[in-house]
């Protein structure tokens, strides 16, 4: 009996809940800009293959 009501104190307990809402609100942020930043660099890249062929250059000259 004394297990439950250990159990039963510890889901009243609210300390330390807003820990696991800032770890909420971090992972969004991070899941955002990781999704933003999939999103740019493919932008990025077609923009800087536009500028190489507007200068000339040839698709084995631009990138590493």
């Known amino acids: 009996m004394k297990s ?3 159990l039963k104190a ?3 307990d609210e300390d330390g809940g807003e820990i696991v809402e800032y770890a909420l609100v ?4 991070v899941v955002g800009i990781a ?17 190489g062929e507007e200068l000339g250059l040839g698709a084995a000259e631009v990138g590493p």
């Open 4 to 6: 439950i009501e250990m």
């Open 10 to 12: 510890f889901w009243r």
């Open 26 to 29: 971090v992972g969004l942020l």
């Open 35 to 51: 999704g933003l930043m999939v999103t740019i660099s493919g932008h990025v890249g077609t923009l800087f293959g536009a500028i």
